[in-house]
C-alpha cells in the first residue's frame, strides 16, 4: 500500500468543451475523441464507453450495464453526447494509443496550462496534458458534477460503482 497516493487531474468543461471542437486529423484521433468525450459526458469505464450505441438511449435517458460492476445505469442524457454514439469506433484502440493520442489532442487544443503532481512517489511538473489519461475523462465527469454540488452517492451511481464508498 502507498503511503502517499498519487495525485490525478480532472478537465474542467472548459477543457471539455475544446477537445469537443476539435476536428480529428485521422480515424485514430476520432476515435480517440469519441470514446474520451463518451467517458467526460456519462462517467462511463472504457470498457462501458465503446459499447455505447444511440440504442442505448430511449426518451432522453442512457442506459447500459456497467460491464465490471454489472450495475445498471440510468442518466440524463448530455446534450453533446449523441453524435459520439453515432460513429462506432473503428477498430478497439489500445491504452497506449488511447492515452498517447488523448494527449496530443489535449495540447493541440491549448490544455497546457503547468501543472505540479504528486505521481509514483515523486513531484512532477509538466503542462497539463501530460497528466491527461484515458481515464481522465471519468474523473472529469465526477469532478464536474461535484463541484456542480451533485451528491456523492448520486455520482457514484451514476459513474456505475457497486456503492458510493469507492
Known sequence: IKSVPSQHIALTMDEIRLIDEYEPKNDTERDVRNIFMRGCLTGARYSDAIRMTTDNIRDGVLTYISKKTNTEVCQPVHAMLTKYLVNKPTKIRCAVVMNRTIKDICRKVGI???????????????????????????????????????????????????NSNI
Open 112 to 162: 497546457t496550462e503547468p501543472v505540479k503532481l504528486f505521481v509514483n512517489g515523486k513531484m512532477k511538473s509538466a503542462p497539463k496534458y501530460e497528466f491527461v489519461t484515458e481515464h481522465t475523462s471519468r474523473r472529469s465527469y465526477c469532478t464536474v458534477l461535484a463541484l456542480n454540488n451533485v451528491p456523492t452517492e448520486t455520482i457514484a451511481k451514476l459513474a456505475g460503482h457497486s
